[in-house]
Antibody
Framework: EVQLLESGGGLVQPGGSLRLSCAASGFTFTTYAMSWVRQAPRKGLEWVSAIRASGGSTYYADSVKGRFTISRDNSNNTLYLQMNSLRAEDTAVYYC???????????WGQGTLVTVSS | DIQLTQSPSFLSASVGDRVTITCRASPGIGSYLAWYQQKPGKAPRLLIYAASTLQSGVPSRFSGSGSGTEFTLTISSLQPEDFATYYCQQLNSYPRTFGQGTKLEIK
């Protein structure tokens, strides 16, 4: 059974940093690209970042480029999102997502809430 | 960036109704489109990929069609568990944009 378990969310002040983790199990982690998707309160889905299976290529939404860094540890089946210079508008539930061979998001974690507020 | 526009944003329907949600892409994206269902407080669930392929385990009352710039998600006979918010997403290029969502409510 595929499982994606996010952690690391919480309350942080504007300008602060946070690192999200996603522990993956139930599939061959090294084979699949992974993404982070977020959802602000009462808003729609926003794709944040992606990383290829090898970790060699990364992609970012313009809204987070230069502030967020996606990475993965294939030896420990873990995905990360380092978030710096956080803003109020980064407040959201962050989902860890597995991409299928068709690039679609076939498995989602339960999400972790990040709140940026003073 | 590719823009996705869903319509309608809100849809009120009854159990047993046939409903259709449209997603328009600009520019075109071939068949690189997926549909997701999200219920309150839950993570989204993949319904359809490659515009028309049903994800394993998804009931056959869900279907998708289209290519290029116009796509549709159809639910042939609404069931109580189908009342949720639906999103389209393009997988043609980065950033992997989502539509703004269609909230399907009980009439």
């Amino acid at each position: 059974e595929v499982q994606l378990l996010e952690s690391g969310g919480g309350l942080v002040q504007p300008g602060g940093s946070l690192r999200l983790s996603c522990a993956a199990s139930g599939f061959t982690f090294t084979t699949y690209a992974m993404s982070w998707v977020r959802q602000a309160p009462r808003k729609g889905l926003e794709w944040v970042s992606a990383i290829r299976a090898s970790g060699g290529s990364t992609y970012y939404a313009d809204s987070v480029k230069g502030r967020f860094t996606i990475s993965r540890d294939n030896s420990n089946n873990t995905l990360y999102l380092q978030m710096n210079s956080l803003r109020a508008e980064d407040t959201a539930v962050y989902y860890c997502v597995k991409a299928s061979v068709y690039s679609t998001f076939d498995y989602w974690g339960q999400g972790t809430l990040v709140t940026v507020s003073s | 960036d590719i823009q996705l526009t869903q319509s309608p944003s809100f849809l009120s329907a009854s159990v047993g109704d046939r409903v259709t949600i449209t997603c328009r892409a600009s520019p075109g994206i071939g068949s690189y489109l997926a549909w997701y269902q999200q219920k309150p407080g839950k993570a989204p669930r993949l319904l359809i990929y490659a515009a028309s392929t049903l994800q394993s385990g998804v009931p056959s009352r869900f279907s998708g069609s289209g290519s290029g710039t116009e796509f549709t998600l159809t639910i042939s006979s609404l069931q109580p568990e189908d009342f949720a918010t639906y999103y389209c997403q393009q997988l043609n290029s980065y950033p992997r944009t989502f539509g703004q969502g269609t909230k399907l409510e009980i009439k």
